[in-house]
């Protein structure tokens, strides 16, 4: 997917920049407060929610855009084929009547779709644009960064190089069934259609709005756009051709844009927010707060965060400085002093809870005396000078001051540069941020999602990493074809082992926690079990004040 996800505020209030879920069928996230499936559904319809993200989002198109504030959105306004169900890693129908078939050689997919569904417009779905949405996304003209969700298709190649307009591999039956072959087998493919950007888009109004479709999108999904003020709210409205019966429970929701941490926590404080995820820097005071402690909840997706090193830097072609800096960063420290324990340090790009997480990784041990031994062997007694480039946002600042700090006492000078989000986004996906720190939400339960995504050559150049190893790639791209979970974990560790130890093409830092707070009549609060689009709107409803 290429993309640098910024988590937003009120789901993931702490990042701004570049997400997976456990593995293992049926793991289940923590709920929130005042369960009651037994309530009658009508005294559940009603009431607005407020809400809160830490920007405005760059646009609402899935396919060119991953922020987090995007997908998020993507996720109340858009339907996909398939979606996890409830909390848990399982996979069931959402657009689908049923769950695809798959043929024995496992290229040939059978699809059907529920009958009568309808866009929030009025508009039927029907295969037409669930061809012009993989098609879509596959054209050089849409400047997509998420191809890689239909790129196992027969003909996905040919599209992307501009040298097909159609998909070969994609064959409409009739308006409820489509047929889709793949170049070769890949284990998590129907996975990838459960990924907000996987979202159906209606054939006929996309093309119809043209670049203003960003702007104002039509979707399946329980919520439309009722307005959008920039750079201070969006509210959402009731999709009332939604396709599941009586949801949405909630008619509206608020979405407020408030950049800082402390503001946005004094409104949940003074009731004028309803659910939040809790900065690092609120956290102990509410923890420890005898009112607000009750309405804390947990939640644990599966993320990684980690510094990149542009490799076209001269300074960072060399593997000594890359692990010199790994060697740098005191984990631990950033871990206590800035996320207050919440999370764990990272020894590798892929985190618990993924097929292929290897616990015994060593990581990278803090000793900034070796670090500069590095240095020197490398040509660099003295250090060197080096811009950091990142987005704005109030938490990564401060772990990039942290790091500043560390990197210092070995005599690298970095200077951090915050941009705007688009001009950051655009030098990010050009392959020119000289250094920065990033994360990954991942998409699907599979160590694909990270290892594809983030280390394979074609990919690479998209974080800025410009990581180019053919003995990773060939690994790679084997697991990726692979239908035994066990051999792809081990030639996913392989590669790991050779890209992050033996390379140092990336700093595995940390994987974070969320804590959350929810004002005690928010009912029935559950959490996406991949951490993208946190919550689950649809099943949320208010109890009468």
Known sequence: MLVYKKLLASVLVMLVVVSLVGCGGGQKTQQGQGQSQSQPADTKHGGTLQDALGQDPPGLDVQQNSMLETYYLGRLLFSTLVRYKGGTTDLEPELLAEMPTVSSDGLTYHFKLKPDLKFSDGTPLT?????????????????????????????AKDMEDGKATEL???????????????EAPYAPFVQNLAVPCASIYPADATQKAGEEWTLNPIGSGPYKIAEWVHDDHITLER???YFEKDLPYIDKIQMKIIPDEATMTMEFE????????????????????????????????????????????????????????????????????????????????????????????????????????????????????????????????????AIQAMLKQIGIDMKINQMDSASWRQSRNNGQVPIYLANWWADIPDPDNYMYNILHSSQSPGWSINYK????????????????????????????????????????????????????????????????????????????K
């Open 127 to 155: 295969s037409k644009d669930v061809k012009f949405t993989f098609e879509r996304m596959l054209k050089p003209e849409t400047k997509a960064i998420n191809q890689w969700v239909f790129e196992p298709i027969k003909g």
């Open 168 to 182: 070969a591999g994609f064959k409409i039956i009739n308006d409820q069934e489509f047929e889709i072959t793949l």
């Open 239 to 241: 999709n009332t051709n």
């Open 270 to 401: 003074n009731g004028n927010i309803d659910i939040l995820a809790i900065p690092d820097s609120e956290y102990p005071r509410l923890a420890s707060d005898p009112n607000f402690s009750k309405m804390i909840v947990e939640n644990t997706p599966l993320n990684t965060y980690f510094y990149v090193m542009n490799e076209n830097v001269k300074y960072f072609q060399d593997v000594r400085v890359r692990k010199a800096i790994a060697m740098a960063i005191d984990k631990d420290k950033i871990l206590k002093e800035l996320l207050n324990n919440r999370g764990t340090v990272a020894k590798g790009l892929l985190g618990p809870g993924i097929p292929g997480y290897n616990e015994n990784n060593p990581g990278f041990p803090y000793d900034p005396e070796q670090a500069k031994k590095l240095l020197a062997e490398a040509g660099y007694p003295n250090g060197f000078e080096v811009e950091n480039w990142q987005a704005k946002n109030e938490t990564f600042y401060k772990r990039n001051v």
């Open 469 to 544: 190893n053919p003995k990773v790639d060939e690994l790679i791209e084997k697991a990726r074809v692979s239908t035994d979970m066990n051999e792809r974990i081990k030639m996913y560790q392989e590669a790991e082992k050779i890209a992050v130890y033996d390379d140092v093409s990336i700093i595995p830092l940390f994987h974070v926690k969320e804590y959350y707070i929810v004002q005690p009549y928010v009912k029935d609060v559950q959490f996406h079990p991949t951490g993208i689009g946190s919550y689950n709107y649809k099943t949320m409803w208010l109890e009468k």
